[in-house]
């Protein structure tokens, strides 16, 4: 079991930049996949950026490659996303996630934990 409790949300401008954090606690987050999803109002949620156990293999989608970096501090068992140059269409609550295994996956269903999101907002 892992709990998962992201930060960092808030309000921005367009063209703006925000940092999420992902705090995991139980058991040691290094066994776990994790990664990224998010969800606009009256959309399904929808997959961001996921990074290996090792922090070594990333994988974006398409609509934040260049814009949006994922990383892990497996010490202090984080995951953070920095998000750059953010546009409207970056509006949703955005949800940390973990899997146990050795790929990373950008299938929701892959992902057995999750946290309770935070909300992203930006404003053009």
């Known amino acids: 079991q892992v709990q998962l409790v992201e930060s960092g949300g808030g309000s921005v401008q367009a063209g703006g930049s925000l940092r999420l954090s992902c705090a995991a606690s139980?058991?040691?987050?290094?066994?776990?996949?994790m990664g990224w999803f998010r969800q606009a109002p009256g959309k399904e949620r929808e997959f961001v950026a996921a990074i290996s156990r090792s922090g070594v293999s990333t994988y974006y989608a398409d609509s934040v490659k260049g814009r949006f970096t994922i990383s892990r501090d497996n010490g202090e068992n984080t995951v953070n996303l920095y998000m750059n140059n953010l546009a409207p269409e970056d509006t949703a609550i955005y949800h940390c996630?973990?899997?146990?295994?050795?790929?990373?996956?950008?299938?929701?269903?892959?992902?057995?934990?999750w946290g309770q999101g935070t909300q992203v907002t930006v404003s053009s």
């Open positions: 139980g058991r040691t987050s290094t066994r776990y996949t």
């Open positions: 996630a973990a899997r146990g295994g050795t790929w990373i996956s950008y299938v929701e269903n892959d992902y057995g934990y």
